[in-house]
Every structure is written in C-alpha cells, then in structure tokens.
C-alpha cells in the first residue's frame, strides 16, 4: 500500500525525487503490515477485511491499523511519552486517519477509472533508486530486493503494484495542486497586514494612582467572599488512604557511621574539597612565534585585546577557557598564575601554537576541612545505608503482606511509620510523601478491596497502602484558607479600584488632558503584532492593531490596567530584503493553502461521485481491539 497523499511544502509540483520519497514510505509501511501478520482477516466473524471503500476501491482494516499506529506513534513522540488509543481518538486521530484512507482510495478509484498507470519502465526506475535494494556498489541488486519482499511476506506483484498506484496518485494530485500561484491581490492584501506597524503611548494605572490607599477588608467582606466562592475553597474529592511507610530520611537517623568511615569518605572525594586557585582565562593561538609577537607589541603599544580577536574571524566565546588551575595551563601555567591583577602575557606555548594569554580574574583556592565537611558527608552517608537496609526488607515485608500482614502489623513489627492521608491529585494540602511518582501512581490505581502490596518510593523508600474511603468533595475551614481568600478579595478590589481610575483618566484625557499628566507615559514609536510590551499581557498588541489614530482605550486584564493611545500606523516598507523575504513567503504559503484547498476539493468530489460506504460496526471493533 502507498502512503496517502498529503499537502507539503514540496506538494505544490510533483517531482520524481518526491514521488521516490513517497514510495519508500510505502516500502516501510508495507513491511510494518508484512509484521502485523494481516491484522484483522480473522477477526469480526473471520471474513471482514475492509471497513469501507470508495467506489471499486476497498479500504482493508490492515490500511487502518497501519494508519492509526503511525499517527499514535508520531503524536507520542512531540508529547514525550507513548498514548494509549483511547487518548489518540480524543484528539481526533481516528478521524484523520479514516480521511486520508478515504482521500487515498478515491484517488486509486480515479486513476484506474481513467486508466492512468505507470509503465514498467517507471517502475523500474523507482526501484532502482531505493538505498534498500542496492547492493555494495551503490546499484540496485536482484538478490537484496527479492530478500527483503521475503523477509516481509511480499511478492513483487503487490509490492510494483502499490508502487504503480503510489506514482498515479502522485501524478492525479499534480495535474491538479501543481503549479498554483497566488494571485497577486491575495499576497498584496496579506503583505500589507503582516508587514504594518504601529506607534503607540501606554500609560499604566497602578494601585499608586489611587487617590487614596485600599483599606483593609472585614470580618464580614471576607467571610461573604468566601461564601460567593466556595467552590474555589473546596477540597476536591479525595481517596483516604492509611499507609505503612519507611522513608530513607527517617531510617537514616537511627543509623551510626563509624567516623573513620566519613574520614575514608572525605579522603575519596578530596578533590571537591580541596580546589585549588584558579584564573579565568582566555587564549589567542596564532601560526608563529613572530605573529604572537607582533600582536603582544601591538597591545604594548595600546591596541585592544578584542580587537585582535576580531581581526581573527573570532570572538570572545572561542578564545574563553574558562576557570583554569595552573596544571591546566602546562608551560604557561607559571607566566599566567604570576599575574596577581587582570593583564596579557606571551608569546607562550600551547597544545595549538603560541599564543597570547589573557588573564581575567583570580579566583582564590577553597579548602573545606574534615570539621567542616563531615555534616553533609555524615548525612550522605546514613543516607545511603538507611536506602540499602530498606531495600534489603522489601521481599520481607512483601511475604508479611502476602500471608495477610495488616498495615498497623508492619508498623509494629517492622518499624514502619502508620498514616492517614486524603489524596486528591494536584490538590495543594497533599502529605509530603504523595508528592513522589510511585506513591502517587499507586495511590491513583488504588481501589476498594485491593490489598495492601510493597512499593518502592522514588527515594528508596518503601510503603503499602490500602483505600479506606473515598471522601466526597469538602469545603476548607475558612480559618485554613483565609490568607487565601483575603488576598483574592483584596485582589478583586484593587482591579476594581484602578478600573475606576483609569476610567476617569480616559475621561480627563478625552475632554483635553495631556495623556502624559496622567502618569508616566510610555512611548513605542514602531512595533509590529508579533511585538511584545514588558508586563503588558498580549491582548495590548491586539488592541493596537485594532484602532484608529488617535483613539483611546482602557486595557484590563488580571494584574494589569492601562490606558494606551495609538498615535500612527506606519505602512508595509516595500523595500529592502526583509521586505522582499516576507513577500516571497507569503507568497509561498498563500500557493501552498490554494494548492491544499484544491487538492481537498478535488478529492471530495470524486468521493461524492464514486461513492463511499463506511462499516462502522468494523471500525468500532479495530478501534475496540486497539486500545486493549
């Protein structure tokens, strides 16, 4: 089977080089099916193969499959983790995939209802281009293209008919999106949008300009806010589960290390406490002793060190070696350590050629003593020995779970500490130990009836849990919230206050007031919409570029209250090559959505023609099969 056709940014012409391209996806994705051993055939009352087709041009089950897997595949990889199906057809991808096989078969109908095919010579042109049946010298090779058919369940009829029909459609879809233009009106029309810009003052309302301070919200205005906002207080609804732990930080002070233990700790690991002085320094290599000279006599002489750099073809970045010790610096080590203040000393040797050094800053030794070290390294030390005593319990304490130890058991007999916890995901009052993965991932599985099972913690430590019951959504005491709430009411207040104010600003302003006697007025002479203003949300440019010269308006957003004016609107510069790329691609983009919207066309009317029958009872059962 041939990869649909799709809109790219080489689909606009069709090209032999594109049509090569697409029918190596059609050589892995005929291998995939070759692996899936005929996905489908006998499922479904073990004769349905096809979900559907258009006119004479089945859509197999194989087709959809292949499609769905790709799609997954490629969504999972921009997210970073791998999508179950079920999350796949939330975002639609069931839809899309049944589009393109829809899409793929009307152009296959089309074709051989036109009679367009190509010839065996064609065909053989393809093949002998494929880097995946060429042998050792670079050509295509009998051998290594029947081997690799074989080894995927194809013969070479399916295989060069798949490749006849995948040039067919390429070559229906050129005939039609090839060659398209932009109409010059059309790129004009969106040069002279993308390309404007605009002057604008801003002038900000800040709590400062009130005429007189906020005062202090009451007893009352605080608890009917709290009151009008419950749900914005409630706890969502939580698992209440008791748990079994041992945490690493709580074994570990029960552990003693003997001290020649952290003092053998301390000697292995000398050198971080231990750092010798160090100069930051930069290198300048050059071809000669004479070249290295000269330049040394042309900063004697007053000529800048960067400007060497420079003359060079390079900067500051490829000269910098950073913070060096003297051993770093070999045979230049002694003439740079014995600058005590910033300077250049060379001509001198260097693993590239002589070169001259520049001595930035001295960075003095740093020693920690034993005294002083031993804290931290007695702490990591326990540290690590309470994560390996744990360890060596967790087959232990899962037998006891197994023989039906109870959790207050374990606590009694093991050490482990006994908790309860309402967990709620993302909830802000969660116990500590919930905010590590593995507690959360069991405590998110965890159901009524399951019994209790070790998990290792993220940090080494162990717990079991079990699911007492599952508590309903509750409001917090406002006692536990009011902080929260007084800030939030405070907040509404505050953006009600300068809503005001700026309201009467605008005002003054428009019955003749200076824009400037109103506050600091901040001037932007030129921005464009993809312009930013900093502490200005981005709705401030989308006002700009929606007004007249001259006009006045109040922006308000959550922590953010201003009046802006615009002052001009500077035309599209026609000139210049910035100008001349925008143009060029605007133009590029405006052929390639006519190309794409043709191409859509196109390949609707000749579904509507041909016909198309969908089997959905099949499609549910893939989609069903799919995501077990």
């Known amino acids: 089977m041939s990869k649909a056709p799709h809109t790219t940014d080489d689909d606009a012409t069709p090209k032999r080089k594109r049509r090569g391209a697409s029918v190596m996806a059609w050589v892995l994705m005929a291998m995939i ?19 559907g087709a258009v006119g004479d041009r089945d859509i197999t089950v194989n087709d959809y499959v292949q499609g769905m897997r790709q799609q997954v595949n490629q969504l999972s990889q921009q997210f970073g983790a791998q999508l179950t199906m079920e999350q796949a057809r939330a975002f639609g991808i069931d839809g899309q995939v049944l589009q393109s096989l829809v899409q793929r078969a009307a152009l296959d109908n089309e074709a ?70 932009a109409p010059q009106a059309l790129t004009d029309t969106i040069f002279a949008w993308a390309g404007e810009r605009r002057g604008f003052t801003l002038v900000r309302v800040t709590e400062a300009d009130l005429p007189a301070p906020l005062p202090a919200p009451t007893e009352a205005e605080v608890q009917a806010w709290y009151d009008a906002h419950l749900a914005d207080y409630t706890r969502p609804e939580a698992k209440r589960i008791t748990y079994a732990a041992l945490l690493p930080a709580d074994v570990a002070k029960t552990i003693t290390i003997d001290e020649a233990e952290v ?67 070999g045979a230049a080590g002694d003439a740079v350590f014995a600058l005590t203040e910033p300077g250049t000393v060379g001509p001198l040797p260097s693993s590239l050629g002589p070169a001259l050094y520049r001595m930035n800053a001295v960075l003095a030794a740093q020693e920690t003593t034993f005294e002083q070290a031993k804290p931290k390294l007695l702490e990591e030390l326990q540290l690590a020995a309470a994560q390996k005593a744990i360890s060596d319990k967790v087959e232990a304490i899962d037998d006891l779970l197994a023989g039906g130890a109870a959790l207050d058991e374990l606590a009694r007999d093991e050490g482990m500490v006994l908790a309860t916890t309402d967990y709620a995901p993302g909830a802000e009052d969660n116990a500590p130990i919930t905010a590590q993965p593995a507690f959360a991932k069991a405590a998110a599985a965890l159901a009524e009836g399951d019994f209790p099972e070790a998990i290792v913690l993220d940090d080494g430590g162990l717990v079991a849990m079990q699911l007492d019951e599952v508590v309903p959504p509750t409001p ?153």
């Open 263 to 329: 003092k053998a700790a301390y000697d292995a690991r000398l050198s971080e406490f231990m750092l010798p002085e160090k100069r930051l320094v930069e290198r300048l290599v050059f071809g000669t002793e004479a070249e290295a000279a000269a330049a040394k006599a042309r900063l004697d002489a007053g000529e800048s060190f960067e400007a060497l750099v420079a003359e060079r073809k390079l900067t500051l970045e490829d000269i910098d070696m950073g913070d060096v010790s003297k051993a770093d610096l």
């Open 112 to 181: 051989a209802h036109v009679g367009l095919s190509a010839g065996d010579a064609v065909v053989a042109a393809e093949l002998a281009g494929m880097p995946s049946f060429q042998g050792v010298s670079g050509t295509f090779d009998g051998k290594t293209y029947r081997d690799a058919l074989k080894n995927n369940n194809l013969t070479a009829t399916e295989f060069e008919d798949g490749i006849r029909a995948d040039i067919a459609r390429s070559l229906l879809q050129g005939s039609v999106a090839g060659g398209v233009v």
């Open 476 to 628: 917090r005491p406002l006692d536990a919230v009011k902080d929260a709430v007084t800030a939030a009411l405070r907040a509404d207040a505050l953006a009600k206050a300068l809503s005001a104010r700026g309201l009467e600003m605008k005002t003054a302003v428009e019955g003749g007031a200076a824009l400037g006697a109103q506050g600091i007025a901040e001037r932007t002479a030129s921005a464009d919409r993809q312009a930013s203003v900093e502490g200005a949300p981005a709705s401030l440019i989308t006002a700009v570029f929606a007004m007249q010269p001259g006009e006045l308006r109040l922006i308000e957003e959550a922590g953010f209250t201003a009046l802006v004016r615009l002052d001009d609107i500077q035309p599209a510069t026609a000139e210049g090559a910035d100008a001349q790329a925008l143009r060029e691609a605007i133009a590029v983009n405006a052929a390639r959505a006519l190309s794409t919207d043709l191409f859509a066309l196109y390949t609707g009317a000749l579904t509507a023609e041909a016909g198309i029958t969908l089997n959905q009872a099949a499609i549910d059962a893939v989609n069903a099969q799919l995501g077990n």
């Open 33 to 51: 099916v070759g692996g899936l051993g005929g996905f489908g055939v006998t499922n479904f009352g073990g004769n349905v193969t096809t979900i």
